[in-house]
C-alpha cells in the first residue's frame, strides 16, 4: 500500500526559502517516478518537478532555476528545495507517486506553502 506523508510548508517572505519533505512507503523500486504539483486556489493542479528512481529530472518552466528536487531512495523520501520564493508560489504541493507499469498516481494529503510579506 502506498502512503505519502508531506513535511516543511509554510509561510515565508518573497525571496526566502523553504524545503518539503515527502516520506513514502510502498514506493520501493524503479517503478516509481516521484513527484511534487501545486495546486493554488481556483486553478488547476499543475506539475512543479518529477524525478525518476535514478535521478532525472523534470521542472516547470515557472520554477526552473528556482527549485530543486531530489530524493534519498534508502530513506524512501523525496524533497523540494524552494528558492527565490514568489508570491505566485503559493499554492497546496502535493507529494506524488507514479507507477510507471501501471500508471496509477498515488497523492499526499497536501502541505501549504504562502509567500507573502
Known amino acids: 500500500q502506498v502512503q505519502l506523508v508531506e513535511f516543511g510548508g509554510g509561510l515565508v517572505q518573497p525571496g526566502g526559502s523553504l524545503r518539503l519533505s515527502c516520506a513514502a512507503s510502498?514506493?520501493?523500486?524503479?517503478?516509481?517516478?516521484m513527484g511534487w504539483y501545486r495546486q493554488a486556489p481556483g486553478k488547476q493542479r499543475d506539475l512543479v518537478a518529477t524525478?525518476?528512481?535514478?535521478?532525472?529530472?523534470n521542472y516547470a518552466d515557472s520554477v526552473k532555476g528556482r527549485f530543486t528536487i531530489s530524493r534519498d531512495n534508502a530513506k524512501n523520501t523525496v524533497y523540494l528545495q524552494m528558492d527565490g520564493l514568489k508570491p505566485e508560489d503559493t499554492a497546496v504541493y502535493y507529494c506524488n507517486a507514479a507507477n510507471l507499469v501501471t500508471t496509477i498516481n498515488y497523492w499526499g494529503q497536501g502541505t501549504q506553502v504562502t509567500v507573502s510579506s
Open positions: 510502498g514506493v520501493s523500486g524503479s517503478i516509481f517516478r
Open positions: 524525478i525518476t528512481f535514478r535521478g532525472s529530472t
